[in-house]
């Protein structure tokens, strides 16, 4: 599946909590485990460059991948503002060539699951096999099907207040300056005029109700998202907080869930010779229990 634009927008400031810079440690405690030093690393199903801006700015040369246009473009801006170059390209990591190769491939946030059928996931084991140099790192967390059966995915809502953020006007174009409690680069809410600049205040409610298909190890998580914009004033210290704007989005995302036995199967198919799992940003325990992700060589 591809994100709409009106959730794309709305995933940073969603997943404004997530330790994006814990997971990147994470990264680099895999690669010293193994002995490898990357200096490539091909990020397949980038999103909005949570990890690759991170990479990047630790001075690794990343490459992007990822389906969804509105993500790409969220991540272009926010690369361009951090001052890096980092190579995003549109593409479906299911048939996607790229004719190079990488020291290191991942593919964070569960993007594995995203691949819900089997042909798609044998795809992307093999896209990421094709893609490393000899003695390459594959790394990637998942959906681990035990946890999903135990601890079964429960109805939540989720609701984020935006703070103003200030947008100043040029004679040719406009610098957005994010307001610090908004991840840099976070694409902003809709803006009104006033004094000697642009304010903004938007609250986003997600209401997220999952359903269990046990056959085909998949939970459809059925998003409905409701963006609402606050009226504003001037000074944003006197936002008047009456609703102007309501936009309304519903999304369902298939994910599937994996056991470690055919996430073996599906790499050793790809030519993977050995496969690691560990609990989700523990390098020092191996084996799984509720959490867990893969390292692959």
């Known amino acids: 599946m591809t994100f709409k634009e009106t959730y794309a927008t709305a995933y940073d400031a969603l997943y404004q ?76 990591i299911t048939g996607v060539s790229l004719n190079r190769k990488f020291d290191a491939v991942i593919s964070m946030f569960a993007v594995m699951s995203y691949q819900t059928t089997n042909d798609a996931i044998a795809k992307v084991c093999k896209l990421a096999k094709e893609s490393l140099v000899p003695g390459g790192l594959f790394i990637f967390d998942c959906w681990h099907g035990f946890a999903v059966l135990s601890d079964r995915p429960t109805p939540r809502i989720k609701e984020i207040s935006m703070p103003p953020s200030i947008h100043l006007p040029s004679e040719t174009e406009s610098q957005v300056i994010p307001s610090p409690l908004v991840g840099e680069g976070q694409s902003l809410p809709r803006t009104c005029f006033g004094g000697g600049g642009k304010f903004a205040n938007e609250k986003i409610i997600r209401f997220t109700q999952p359903e269990l298909d046990i056959i085909n190890h998949i939970v459809y998580v059925n998003f409905r998202v409701l963006r609402i914009s606050l009226s504003c004033h001037p000074d944003p210290e006197l936002v008047s907080g009456e609703v102007s704007q309501v936009k309304e989005t519903f999304e369902s995302h298939p994910m599937r869930f994996l056991f470690p036995q055919e996430i073996k199967y599906f790499l050793e198919v790809a030519g993977f010779e050995k496969v690691d799992f560990y609990p989700f940003l523990e390098i020092d325990r191996e084996g799984l229990e509720y959490d867990g992700c893969g390292e692959i060589k």
């Open 17 to 92: 909590d997530k330790d994006y810079e814990k997971e990147c440690d994470f990264i680099e405690a895999i690669f010293k485990k193994y002995k490898c030093k990357p200096k490539t690393i091909l990020d397949l199903g980038c999103g909005t460059g949570g990890h690759a801006l991170i990479l990047a700015k630790r001075g690794y040369k990343v490459t992007g991948i990822d389906r969804s246009s509105s993500m790409l473009e969220i991540a272009r801006k926010k690369a361009e503002w951090a001052g890096l170059v980092i190579e995003f390209i549109e593409g479906d």
